[in-house]
Each structure stands twice: as C-alpha cells, then as structure tokens.
C-alpha cells in the first residue's frame, strides 16, 4: 500500500471516528432525557448536596442518568452544585438540564391571619428550605427583636400579610431582616402620620386592627367597626372584645387551632391580659396577623356616634350597630336567640 493510499485510510478512519464520537456526544448531551408526563416540574436540592445526592434527586426524573452524569461532569456541574429550586421542562436535553440546574428558581411565599409566631414559622416552612424551629430561632433573636423595636410577644405585628418572593434555600435570619425591612416600608410617612393623628403607635394600629380583623371578614364593614373601638378608647370604655378572649383562652391552652364559636359568661373572666372586658385599653399585642385591609380600615376609621355592635342574624357575615346600650341589648338578644336556634354552644 502506498504512502497516499494509507493516509487516505487513516483520514477515512478518523472520519469515521469522529462521526461515532461525535454521535456518541450528540446522543448523550441533545437527546431528550426526561420522562415525567407534566409540562415542567420543581427540583429541589437542599443546601450542602453532593453530587451523589443530586443525582438520586433527579432520578425519578430522568430517563437515563448515566448519560446525565455524563454531561454534568463535562459541563464540571458535579464540582459546583447550587442548592434551591430548578426548574425541568418536559423534553428537556441533557445539556438543557444541566443548565437549568444552574438558574436557581424564586418561590412566591404566602401566609396570613397566623395567630402565634409558631404558626408562621410552620406556614413558612412548608414554603420554603428552613424548618420551623430555625425560623422561631430567627424571629425571636433577641439581636433581632432589638434592633426592630419589638419583643417576643409583639413581634407578629412585623409580618404584614402578602405574598412575598425568596429563593426556597434563603435562610431564616435572610427572610427574617427581609421582613423587617417590609414592615419598614410597608409604614411609610403616610401611613405613621394616619396613626399619629389617632394618638396611635404603628403596633398599636396592628394590635387594634389585629381585633377589628376578628371581628369581621366583611373588608367594607372593618372601617367602621373600627370606629366603635376607637370611640370607646376615646371615652375609657373597656373594649369588650370577644375575639381578645377567644386568643386568651388561646393562649393559656398553647392551643391555636382550636375552634371556638362562642364566648361564654364564664370566659370573660380569664386572667388574662389580653382579657379586654377587665383590662381597659389595647391588650399587650395583636391577637392575630391582621391583613392590609384591617390595617387600613383603622387608619381610616369611619368617624359616627357608634359604641356598641354584634352579629346580625338577619345579615350574615355583618354587624347591628347601636350608639346606645338599650338598642344594643335588642340587637343582642335578637343574635342570642339566633345562635341558640343554630344549637351553637361553643
């Protein structure tokens, strides 16, 4: 064989080399790879993952995770792995989730009327990569309840009700100093002067709306509930909230999950100081996480002549208000007798 002829050779076997090579790299890095039937997925990978533990992560997700790993280590993924949430659309190649794997997604987190920081914490928690404890932890720091001016009992007050966008692997002191500067922004000039003008600090605005809150699901109806209340702080009268005994009694058990319907004579004589029959003024702390709307509804109270209200039976869902106690006592008798023919004892 001549000197043409075996160079021709080895030009065609290398052709041919690099063809299968070539097919072989194609094959593992742009052919679809997954094999869930929904149109996109979240994978989450918890912080400090090693690469073993990703890939057991994705395997329930992947047709085949040798030729994955093949690409992973290619791509040097295997010696950089990010913690958070990726991502994965139906179809996707290998070099496509490789890449994905690298965008960390945001979570929209949510939560609303939680009535004790352990209840918050759970609710975050089912959101987002912190468990309960390291969120309890981080919103009752002392550190951090110093420099935001609140205590263990008062802190709630910060957690304005809304949804909100974290990365899912954010730390808990993170979402915690995120919060805090929500709340800040949340009370700008506007709404402090608003409390102000009402002789009311911003936690004292929460904790009174945290009750009108209680009182009422009905958003147009808050304003003026929260005129009552404020007409009774003005003249002294005690507030006389059953949704403040409903909390303490709450409170005392540990217990914020219990259903209580109805407030009985015996339970307004709780010691407690959230207890707003025997203690006059606001109790200590909001009884629940009062959203924007209840919030709102104070600083705009409605101005009338009104002291006194309860549930309408004829109305549900709003209230019978009176301005004197004689009409109060008819609107609730008619509410008594309502609630005893819904056989509602507790």
Not at 192 to 213: C, R
Not at 299 to 311: I, R
Request: hydrophobic share 40%.
């Amino acid at each position: 064989m001549n000197l043409k002829k075996i160079i021709a050779f080895i030009a065609v076997a290398g052709i041919i080399v690099a063809g299968i090579v070539a097919y072989v790299v194609y094959n593992k890095a742009f052919v679809p790879n997954t094999k869930f039937t929904e149109k996109e997925v979240y994978v989450y990978i918890p912080t400090n993952s090693s690469y073993e533990e990703v890939k057991e992560i994705l395997n329930p997700y992947l047709k085949n995770l040798d030729k994955f790993d093949f690409m992973a280590t290619n791509r040097k993924y295997n010696q950089n792995i990010i913690a958070g949430r990726f991502l994965l659309k139906k179809g996707m190649t290998n070099f496509d989730i490789v890449r994905a794997l690298r965008l960390n997604s945001p979570v929209r987190v949510a939560f609303n009327n939680q009535e004790s920081i352990g209840n918050l914490a759970g609710r975050l928690a089912s959101q987002t990569e912190p468990d309960s404890l390291d969120f309890v932890q981080a919103f009752t720091n002392p550190d951090f309840l110093k420099e935001n001016e609140f205590t263990e009992e008062t802190v709630l007050a910060m957690f304005i009700p809304d949804t909100y966008e974290f990365y899912w692997n954010t730390s808990a002191s993170k979402i915690a100093e995120k919060m805090a500067k929500s709340y800040r922004r949340f009370w700008n000039n506007e709404r402090t002067m608003k409390a102000s003008d009402k002789s009311l600090t911003p936690l004292q605005v929460s904790t009174l709306a945290s009750i009108v809150h209680k009182e009422t699901v009905k958003a147009d109806e808050r304003a003026r509930v929260a005129g009552v209340y404020l007409n009774r702080l003005a003249t002294g009268m005690p507030l006389q909230a059953d949704p403040t005994i409903i909390y303490a009694i709450k409170k005392r058990s540990g217990d914020f999950n219990q259903v209580i319907k109805r407030v009985l004579y015996d339970d307004l004589k709780i010691d407690s100081p959230y207890n707003t029959y025997v203690n006059a003024g606001l109790p200590p702390a909001p009884i629940t996480m009062p959203d924007i709307s209840a919030i709102d509804a104070v600083l705009n109270a409605e101005k009338h002549d009104y002291y006194y209200f309860c549930a309408s039976p004829s109305k549900p869902g709003y209230h019978a208000f009176a301005s004197n106690y004689a009409q109060h006592q008819i609107n609730a008798k008619e509410y008594s007798q309502w609630v005893n023919k819904l056989g509602i004892n507790r």
